[in-house]
């Protein structure tokens, strides 16, 4: 699981309802990896709470470059993170 936000700290009454913070930022750069072929891969902004007043603000996760880049030089990754993650160019 890949996430720009997944923060437990502050538990709230309601188990798993926790503040994810505000502008948290994860940057991947991957080429070349091979990956393990089709799983449950999460690709997310923020993990954890439901409640858009918990979601924060501005979280990103972000991988350098294009999706078409990123197939092409990683290997057996399923599902790959979608076009809206794609940041920029080569990684």
Not at 59 to 84: W, Y
């Amino acid at each position: 699981m890949l996430s720009g936000a997944l923060s437990e700290a502050e538990p709230r009454a309601t188990p798993g309802e926790f503040p994810a913070g505000d502008r948290n930022v994860l940057h991947a750069a991957i080429s070349r990896v091979q990956g393990s072929g089709s799983r449950r891969n999460v690709y997310a902004r923020v993990v954890g709470p439901t409640r858009p007043t918990e979601q924060g603000a501005g979280n990103r996760l972000e991988f350098s470059g294009r999706g078409e880049e990123f197939e092409r030089s990683n290997r057996e990754i399923d599902p790959e993170p979608a076009a809206g993650f794609f940041v920029g160019g080569p990684p």
